[in-house]
T-cell receptor, first 114, second 113 residues
Framework: EADIYQTPRYLVIGTGKKITLECSQT?????MYWYQQDPGMELHLIHY???????EKGDLSSESTVSRIRTEHFPLTLESARPSHTSQYLC?????????????FGSGTQLSVL | GNSVTQMEGPVTLSEEAFLTINCTYT??????LFWYVQYPGEGLQLLLK?????DKGSNKGFEATYRKETTSFHLEKGSVQVSDSAVYFC????????????FGRGTSLIVHP
């Protein structure tokens, strides 16, 4: 059902590398989110966007950055990856800001930093 | 602030057993309530939702009733299957501010044949 795509699915990289996790949705949704999911499964909001040229930091302090130049695209960048960044990263979108709106999630990127 | 508390897992059941996963919440306003499910290797997907008190959300044999008096939204299923093995997240969303959903910590369900 979900038309939201994340690439790569798995990524193993060395410390200090710059990486970009891609997220695209074809549903025309205004709002997009990035979550970090820890091994205990808890979700932590790291960034979100209300629409083009809008980006906000979430609850979890993060060394990552995001951009929203196009409605459908919301990439997450780590300038210098560290082992503490090893985690599952989930991208999500919703039609608009509303209490009733459900989130659509991608399948996630499992990042391992050595 | 807003928060969601779920029972800790893993919950381990035999096939055809009755399932309850407890969820309670605190909210500054009048929330909508959700259950999401995450199957192995996938992202989350909405399982069911309820938007006002006494509403019952239902889907795929799962049910949850919005109980304002006890601030609860417990997930139930009468007869679980092995394919129900997944992580279940309770969530709420409140009007005003950023409408960012608040998620519980997730409860892992393991169903044995």
């Amino acid at each position: 059902e979900a038309d939201i795509y994340q690439t790569p699915r798995y990524l193993v990289i060395g410390t200090g590398k710059k990486i970009t996790l891609e997220c695209s949705q074809t549903m025309g949704h205004d709002k997009m989110y990035w979550y970090q999911q820890d091994p205990g499964m808890e979700l932590h909001l790291i960034h979100y966007s209300y629409g083009v040229n809008s980006t906000e930091k979430g609850d979890l302090s993060s060394e990552s950055t995001v951009s929203r130049i196009r409605t459908e695209h919301f990439p997450l960048t780590l300038e210098s990856a560290r082992p503490s960044h090893t985690s599952q990263y989930l991208c999500a979108s919703s039609v608009r800001a509303s209490t009733n709106e459900k989130l659509f999630f991608g399948s996630g990127t499992q990042l391992s930093v050595l | 602030g807003n928060s969601v508390t779920q029972m800790e897992g893993p919950v381990t059941l035999s096939e055809e057993a009755f399932l309850t996963i407890n969820c309670t919440y605190t909210a500054t306003g009048y929330p909508s309530l959700f259950w999401y499910v995450q199957y192995p290797g996938e992202g989350l997907q909405l399982l069911l939702k309820a938007t006002k008190a006494d509403d019952k959300g239902s889907n795929k044999g799962f049910e949850a009733t919005y109980r304002k008096e006890t601030t609860s939204f417990h997930l139930e299923k009468g007869s679980v299957q092995v394919s129900d093995s997944a992580v279940y997240f309770c969530a709420l969303s409140v009007a005003g501010g950023s409408y960012i959903p608040t998620f519980g910590r997730g409860t892992s369900l393991i169903v044995h044949p």
